[in-house]
């Protein structure tokens, strides 16, 4: 247990004056704006948008720009703003087979209609430094040589469906349930499939990439395929109370994977694929997989799978995937335990005074 | 004026998503000699973002976003509405204003050629360029033998 103690805040503010500094660095530098950080540090925009469970770049760099790039932090940041404002409405489920795809590629399909689209992608590149980034100069488009390319189409079909025609795959089936939200009601275990997602989506990438790492290792293996990963633009619309229709209030980029899963004799007495579903705001691939393969490994007691592994325990999972609460326990161990601490340390320098007499008695 | 609810529709999503600067400039003169009456001034706020379980199934909660909406009333007594994604209150307060204008007879098809169509043909081009750049990632891949010729 903590105390509480007073004084410090001339320490206090200096400090956080010197952490501005810090921030700052060296002046001689142009001072990096909010505008560049949403404009070239996208990636690190949506990571702060998924965990912070808040779709706005503009703020999403603010956050990162005030906590010196510490993402944690900007999640925090995020998450803190988010509880000052009022919930207008809910909008209606993304439908993200109408994206407009930026990136689509499947590992189970070579030959897809609609086709594989690489998009703007990591893949493929050597990882290697690229030392003209270090020399200021002017960007050149990618050249718009390339007139006749055939267009990705409008809508573009999704793979797993091609399994699901075949009945070779678990379907998915909208059964109009209400989705439990976590942000107003926490969570009660068995938590179901809504909860879990949710959590999942707020999720730090680090932990749940470990967990489906592990899964993958043999710990809750649960077999995966790579079905199809899709980024790209989906409108949002909502149906406000007061107009009675529904109406698009703009488009949000999200990044959608979905896994295909090692086949189980499912309850309907057939053998099927099963799967798992991840998503999150922005271009956030590594943490849709990692979240389809945890989403997976959850659903352990639908197939009669024994639970055995970390990333098959839902409590487990759950309780510690958000990095907000974890780092604020972590944190927690800053505060002042001083009496605690001094009663924990004068209850072992009794133990070894009394050890010490006892000793004593012996040899005498 | 009878327009349908499915003109209106797509007039309040042009105006939703149009660039703020281009709404702006190409409206400013049309709502300068207006008056409107702010029956919600423009407010910042959130709504849930919900997505679906293997893009098809039960919905789930994703998170939130941010949005502006604002209610005004024109001269002619009709009502303008605008819920439009992000923090951006004079987009709001504009989109707002317009959609009131445009459910009057005498407004409606100036507005409708002068500022939806331009906006709407401007998010058109914007989407066929980003189309193009992500036409040209499109990929073949061959499969390679494994094993022994």
Not at chain 1, 27 to 38: F, G, H
Not at chain 1, 159 to 164: D, G, S, T
Not at chain 1, 228 to 239: A, C, F, K, Q, W
Not at chain 1, 293 to 307: F, I
């Amino acid at each position: 247990m903590y105390v509480a103690v007073k004084g410090g805040e001339k320490a206090i503010s200096a400090a956080h004056e010197l952490l501005a500094k810090v921030r700052r660095g060296d002046t001689r530098e142009a001072e990096l704006s909010v505008k560049q950080v949403e404009q070239q540090l996208p990636l690190a925009v949506a990571r702060v948008m998924t965990e912070g469970a808040v779709y706005d770049p503009e703020l999403a760099a603010l956050a990162i720009k005030q906590s010196a790039g510490d993402l944690v932090e900007a999640i925090f940041l995020l998450r803190a703003y988010k509880t000052t404002l009022n919930r207008f409405g809910i909008c209606e489920p993304i439908n993200t087979e109408a994206m407009q795809i930026e990136r689509r590629i499947s590992a189970t399909y070579k030959d897809l209609p609609g086709g594989q689209v690489l998009g703007p992608t990591f893949d493929y590149t050597h990882r290697l430094l690229d030392f003209s980034l270090m020399a200021e100069g002017e960007f050149s488009d990618p050249s718009d040589e390339a007139e006749n390319l055939t267009a990705v189409p409008e809508s573009v079909s999704k793979v797993l469906e091609i399994l699901e025609r075949e009945k070779l795959m678990a379907s998915e089936m909208d059964h109009q349930h209400q989705p439990t939200d976590i942000t107003r009601d926490p969570i009660t275990y068995p938590a179901d499939r809504s909860a879990r997602l949710q959590s999942l989506v707020q999720g730090d990438e680090g932990f749940l990439l470990a967990l489906g790492y592990s899964t993958q290792r043999g710990y809750g293996r649960n077999h995966p395929f790579a079905g199809e990963i899709r980024i790209g633009e989906v409108e949002v619309s909502i149906v406000p109370e007061e107009l009675g229709f529904e109406i698009e209030i703009g488009a949000v980029q999200v990044t959608e994977c979905e896994m295909v899963n090692g086949f189980t004799r499912h309850r309907d007495g057939e053998v099927k694929f099963t799967r798992g579903y991840g998503v999150g705001f922005g271009q956030c691939e590594r943490k849709a997989m990692a979240m389809a393969l945890v989403d997976r490994s959850l659903q352990a007691a639908d197939y009669d799978e024994e639970v055995v592994s970390p990333a098959q325990q839902e409590e487990f999972v759950l309780s510690h995937c958000d990095n907000v609460e974890a780092a604020g326990f972590v944190s927690h161990l800053k505060l002042p335990h001083y009496v605690d601490f001094q009663s924990e340390l004068e209850l072992l320098r009794r133990i070894r005074a009394a050890e010490q007499s006892d000793s004593a008695k012996e040899t005498n | 004026m009878n327009t349908s609810t499915e003109q209106r529709q797509r007039w309040i999503s042009v105006l939703a998503k149009a660039p703020t600067e281009s709404l702006l400039k190409l409206s400013d003169p049309v709502v300068s000699d207006m008056q409107f009456e702010l029956i919600r001034e423009p407010e910042i706020g959130l709504t849930q973002v919900r997505a679906r379980m293997g893009g098809k199934g039960d919905a789930f909660n994703m998170g939130d976003m941010t949005v502006t909406r604002c209610v005004v009333r024109s001269q002619g007594d009709s009502l303008g509405f605008s819920y439009v994604a992000g923090r951006n209150k004079p987009h709001a307060l504009r989109a707002a204003q317009l959609d009131a204008m445009l459910q009057l007879a005498d407004f409606h098809q100036p507005l409708t050629d002068m500022i939806i169509e331009p906006l709407n043909q401007l998010m058109l081009n914007t989407q066929q360029q980003k189309q193009q750049a992500t036409a040209a990632t499109k990929v073949d891949f061959f499969t390679l033998v494994r094993g022994e010729d």
